[in-house]
């Protein structure tokens, strides 16, 4: 075996660690570069070696010789909000125990960003990629067609986009929405506010118009407001325009809108938000216009946290599979990465309906 080796000397080489593991030096570099065969004890010998002499592998070199980083890259749209993090959390986890980096960038919504996002993660030769795109339409897609077209290896993560031919994992948000609006026409709500519509600034006055904005929209949004219509249309509930958030995505429109709800002659007695910035403006619409939830006003949202549980009353939410998503996306790429034909697919989870105490009857002459 070789001699111990001074700590404060330069890095250790390829040679000195199959000298410590008395191999010889291609054996050990086929080993550490993770190409070609090694049998297991042959394996164990280079690795224990290398781990005693505070060996690296080189990656840009290793990623030259066999084409592959051993690396994700993933693309966000806010890596602050709790539910992007969850699903990163999810990724990162899984990707690890494979043996895979994660490279995360963050694009705020913003399709210039991902855009400039997606060229980092080619230059910096990922062997996959997961996408929460922000795109909203058709036009949208094409640096994602691009990366693909490349070779790329790309999974969309909580948004799906019906004109790209991708896997997906997504939740039923459809089937989300429309319970919980369920739940609130059960409890005799038939005025029912829904916070977080199409971003449009065009005045809204009928079903169809609602539509034709709905269309242009992300898809998680499109579909959240789909399932509260359906549960209006399951319960013979009239659509009133005057009831569904547009606009800019902002809680300070959120609290707006939920003020104006609760000032109409027949005013919104539920509110349902698919997004947590409109819970919270909910929540400060409710505060300051003197009411109470769920005494006045029942309240669900999207994205249980562990607030929603500690607020008084507690919140009704649903709660989404944050780790299971980002996991299941990054089982999916790994296995394309690995050869695998993709299924091209989309893979839906469901999401769970944690009832707390923040819904309850309508008040007597709301």
Not at 68 to 77: D, E, S
Not at 159 to 185: H, K, M, P, W
């Amino acid at each position: 075996m070789a001699a111990e080796r001074d700590r404060n000397s330069s890095p250790p080489t390829i040679s000195e660690v199959a000298a410590e593991a008395g191999v010889g030096r291609a054996s050990a570099a086929r080993t550490l570069g993770g190409y070609g065969y090694a049998s297991p004890e042959l394996r164990d010998r280079v690795l224990a070696a290398a781990e005693k002499l505070g060996y690296r592998t080189n990656a840009l070199a290793r990623s030259m010789s066999t084409g592959v980083t051993h690396t994700l890259g993933v693309i966000v749209a806010d890596i602050g909000n709790p539910f992007f993090a969850g699903v990163v959390r999810g990724i990162s986890d899984t990707s690890r125990s494979r043996g895979f980096d994660t490279i995360v960038l963050s694009t705020h919504e913003d399709l210039d960003e991902e855009r400039a996002a997606i060229g980092v993660l080619v230059d910096k030769r990922v062997d996959g990629m997961i996408i929460a795109s922000a795109a909203l339409g058709r036009d949208d897609v094409d640096h994602i067609r691009d990366a693909v077209d490349r070779g790329v290896p790309v999974v969309l993560v909580d948004r799906a986009l019906d004109y790209l031919d991708l896997d997906s994992v997504v939740i039923d948000n459809r089937d989300a929405a429309r319970r919980a609006a369920a739940g609130l026409i059960e409890a005799g709500h038939r005025r029912i506010g829904f916070i977080w519509g199409p971003s449009t600034t065009d005045e809204i006055t009928t079903r169809r118009e609602l539509s034709a904005a709905a269309s242009v929209n992300l898809w998680t949004d499109g579909e959240r407001l789909r399932g509260y219509l359906d549960a209006l249309d399951d319960a013979g509930i009239p659509f009133d325009a005057q009831l569904v958030m547009t606009g800019p995505k902002t809680e300070e429109n959120a609290t707006a809108w939920v003020a104006r709800m609760l000032e109409l002659p027949s005013r919104a007695t539920a509110i349902l938000c698919s997004e947590t910035d409109g819970t919270t403006g909910a929540l400060r619409a409710i505060r300051a216009s003197g009411l109470r939830y769920p005494e006045d006003v029942s309240l669900i949202g999207f994205d249980d946290s562990s607030w929603a549980a500690v607020m008084d009353p507690p919140l009704t939410m649903i709660e989404q599979p944050m780790l299971e998503l980002g996991a299941r996306a990054a089982e999916i790429l790994l296995e394309e990465i690995n050869g695998k034909t993709p299924s091209r697919t989309m893979h839906t989870l469901q999401s769970t309906y944690i009832e707390r105490a923040s819904v309850a009857a309508p008040a007597v002459g709301a």
